[in-house]
């Protein structure tokens, strides 16, 4: 959320990131709340300032034994008209926190303006695609051959957009998981937790989810929870409404979690496969930092979910996003997307964002300067470390074999207890 006064100030600002962004707002109306919301405040002031006055003069006379009646009938009314002044400011300052609500975060400016996907700006590559001996096939082709996933079972469970990971497919997701968590807490100073997978209403307008992001999400009917869109949320709101001590800034948290998506804009795109599911696992990074500190450690949250894909041997390169495809509490991110052979490109795997202030405003997260003084916001960066189920599909399709069995990337044995994963009918 963006601060009133910057944004009664910065209009000007405003209007051209609407434009930047391709969202519409009604800052006309914005600004009628506002003008009528502060004439308001300054008639109530002094009708209230009035009403002390003459209560102070009302005890004198009282004291004088002189008729108050008169005076007493006009301070009813006067507070009569306060109450009501007092009302309609409070309505207007609902209409103008749920407007505050929609507004989205101010890109950084080395940011490049764009309308959509096509304006972002390819920052580097690491490795090259594989090789191969066969024309590569799809995972799902790969998977379904070598007996770790059924959609067929998965859609009879639960429909369709589910995944059923059997045998060693099951085991590849689990591995996949504990490998992230191990060298996030073990090497790259992540804290985890394992929070809960239903959150609050309030949880999901903190971090940004809500009101804007409803229809994307599963909300449990006549309750005020929803099913956790992802681990972000539950991370944002660890330390919602407390003031932290600079010196144990910055704060790097992780958690692994099923993520649950109504994926409403999505109809007809990755209809095959596991790729974009109502339901998948992730490995959430999340930073609390100081707000001079969170440029360098949005560099080293990126770098943090490459080292991994470096480690597993997947070739990816990092995108900073347009304007137009950023997303809404985001003031600069970067994508890191995976190559996939079967579609000879790349599909992303991590979206690594600096919200700066926005979602702490939100969420009442604020830091105490060490030279002391007021309590300034935290800021605030979030990043997959990664997307288990599309890591899974990366791994699948890039280390697929000609005799129909996948390889596992050495790093991952330990955690397997087996180098490839066999064809069905083969050892």
Same mark, same amino acid.
């Given at each position: 959320?963006?601060?009133?006064?910057?944004?009664?100030?910065?209009?000007?600002?405003?209007?051209?990131?609407?434009?930047?962004?391709?969202?519409?707002?009604d800052?006309?109306?914005?600004?009628?709340?506002?003008?009528?919301?502060?004439?308001?405040?300054?008639?109530? &002031?002094?009708?209230?300032?009035?009403?002390?006055?003459?209560?102070?003069?009302?005890?004198?006379?009282?004291?004088?034994?002189?008729?108050?009646?008169?005076?007493?009938a006009?301070?009813?009314q006067?507070?009569?008209?306060?109450?009501?002044?007092? &009302?309609?400011?409070?309505?207007?300052d609902?209409?103008?926190?749920?407007?505050?609500?929609?507004?989205?975060?101010?890109?950084h400016?080395?940011?490049?303006?764009?309308?959509d996907?096509s304006?972002?700006?390819?920052?580097?590559?690491?490795?090259?695609?594989?090789?191969?001996?066969?024309?590569?096939?799809?995972?799902?082709?790969?998977?379904?051959?070598?007996?770790?996933?059924?959609?067929?079972?998965?859609?009879r469970i639960?429909?369709?957009?589910? @995944?059923?990971?059997?045998?060693?497919?099951a085991?590849?997701?689990?591995?996949? @998981?504990?490998?992230?968590?191990?060298?996030?807490?073990?090497?790259?100073?992540?804290? &985890?937790?394992?929070?809960?997978?239903?959150?609050s209403?309030?949880?999901?307008t903190?971090v940004?989810?809500?009101?804007?992001? @409803?229809?994307?999400?599963?909300?449990?009917?006549?309750?005020?929870w929803?099913?956790?869109?992802?681990?972000?949320?539950?991370?944002?709101?660890?330390?919602?409404?407390?003031?932290?001590?600079?010196?144990l800034?910055?704060l790097?948290?992780?958690?692994?979690?099923?993520?649950?998506?109504?994926?409403?804009?999505?109809a007809?795109?990755d209809t095959?496969?596991?790729?974009?599911?109502?339901?998948?696992?992730?490995?959430?990074?999340?930073?609390?930092t100081?707000?001079?500190?969170?440029?360098?450690?949005?560099?080293?949250?990126?770098?943090?979910?490459?080292?991994? !894909?470096?480690?597993?041997?997947?070739?990816?390169?990092?995108?900073?996003?347009?304007?137009?495809?950023?997303?809404?509490?985001?003031?600069?991110?970067?994508?890191?997307?995976?190559?996939?052979?079967?579609?000879?490109?790349?599909?992303?795997?991590?979206?690594?964002?600096?919200?700066?202030?926005?979602?702490?405003r939100?969420?009442?997260?604020?830091?105490?300067?060490?030279?002391?003084?007021?309590?300034?916001?935290?800021?605030t960066?979030?990043?997959?470390?990664l997307?288990?189920?599309?890591?899974?599909?990366?791994?699948?399709e890039?280390?697929?074999?000609?005799?129909?069995?996948?390889l596992?990337?050495?790093?991952l044995?330990?955690?397997?207890?087996?180098?490839?994963?066999?064809? !069905?009918?083969?050892?």
């Amino acid at each position: 959320m963006l601060d009133l006064g910057y944004v009664r100030d910065h209009l000007d600002v405003i209007r051209k990131m609407t434009e930047n962004r391709g969202v519409s707002l009604d800052l006309d109306a914005f600004q009628s709340i506002d003008t009528e919301r502060r004439r308001l405040i300054t008639e109530a &002031e002094q009708l209230k300032a009035h009403r002390n006055r003459v209560s102070e003069d009302i005890g004198r006379r009282k004291k004088a034994g002189e008729d108050i009646s008169a005076i007493s009938a006009e301070m009813k009314q006067t507070s009569q008209q306060i109450k009501q002044f007092d &009302e309609r400011i409070a309505e207007l300052d609902e209409r103008l926190r749920e407007f505050l609500l929609t507004v989205p975060n101010l890109p950084h400016s080395s940011v490049p303006i764009g309308r959509d996907s096509s304006d972002n700006v390819e920052v580097r590559r690491w490795g090259q695609p594989p090789k191969f001996d066969l024309t590569p096939r799809p995972h799902w082709e790969v998977a379904e051959a070598a007996g770790i996933l059924d959609l067929e079972r998965a859609a009879r469970i639960a429909g369709s957009r589910f @995944a059923l990971y059997c045998g060693l497919g099951a085991r590849l997701e689990r591995a996949l @998981a504990n490998f992230f968590l191990d060298v996030h807490t073990r090497e790259h100073g992540y804290t &985890e937790f394992l929070p809960p997978f239903i959150v609050s209403t309030e949880s999901l307008t903190a971090v940004g989810q809500l009101p804007k992001f @409803a229809a994307d999400m599963f909300h449990l009917e006549a309750t005020d929870w929803w099913m956790t869109p992802t681990a972000e949320v539950e991370l944002t709101n660890l330390y919602r409404g407390e003031t932290l001590d600079a010196d144990l800034l910055p704060l790097r948290v992780c958690a692994w979690t099923a993520c649950f998506r109504s994926e409403a804009g999505a109809a007809g795109r990755d209809t095959r496969g596991i790729v974009r599911q109502h339901q998948f696992q992730k490995v959430e990074m999340y930073k609390f930092t100081l707000p001079d500190q969170s440029y360098a450690e949005h560099e080293s949250l990126v770098r943090d979910a490459e080292d991994l !894909l470096q480690r597993l041997g997947l070739h990816h390169r990092v995108v900073l996003l347009s304007t137009g495809d950023m997303g809404f509490a985001s003031a600069k991110t970067y994508d890191i997307e995976v190559w996939l052979p079967s579609t000879n490109g790349f599909m992303e795997i991590s979206s690594c964002s600096n919200c700066e202030s926005f979602q702490a405003r939100r969420a009442g997260i604020r830091f105490r300067p060490k030279t002391g003084g007021r309590a300034d916001y935290v800021h605030t960066l979030n990043g997959s470390g990664l997307a288990v189920g599309r890591t899974w599909v990366a791994l699948v399709e890039n280390y697929q074999q000609p005799d129909g069995s996948i390889l596992i990337p050495e790093v991952l044995r330990p955690y397997m207890g087996v180098e490839r994963i066999p064809a !069905l009918g083969t050892k």
